[in-house]
């Protein structure tokens, strides 16, 4: 099991750059996959970036080039850097664990971006 918090969200200026954190109640670096989602009202959940125990990583399309996700196996923490935030950025961003056969999730922290 892994209990996991978000922070770091909030009120950003389109073009403007916040860092979001996912500290989490254990070791992380034997966490098989550590991933980022996002999600808005009405639409599914979105995979945006994901971290596995190797060292890779993959992003989607829409964030390539501006996110970037690494972890503090030290400080049991996942990272999310946003770069060059947009309007269409805007949502609630989740950190997950995936621990098999089990999914884990934060709470959420909310990201807006104004234009």
């Known amino acids: 099991q892994v209990q996991l918090v978000e922070s770091g969200g909030g009120l950003v200026q389109a073009g403007g750059s916040l860092i979001l954190s996912c500290a989490a109640s254990?070791?992380?670096?034997?966490?098989?996959?550590m991933r980022w989602y996002r999600q808005t009202p009405g639409k599914q959940r979105e995979l945006v970036a994901l971290?596995?125990?190797?060292?890779?990583?993959n992003y989607a399309d829409s964030v390539k080039g501006r996110f970037i996700i690494s972890r503090d196996n030290a400080k049991n923490t996942v990272y999310l850097q946003m770069n060059s935030l947009k309007s269409e950025d805007t949502a609630v961003y989740y950190c997950?664990?995936?621990?098999?056969?089990?999914?884990?999730w934060g709470q959420g922290t909310q990201v807006t971006v104004s234009s």
């Open positions: 997950n664990a995936w621990i098999p056969p089990v999914d884990y």
């Open positions: 254990r070791n992380i670096f034997s966490i098989p996959i």
């Open positions: 971290l596995t125990t190797g060292g890779s990583t």
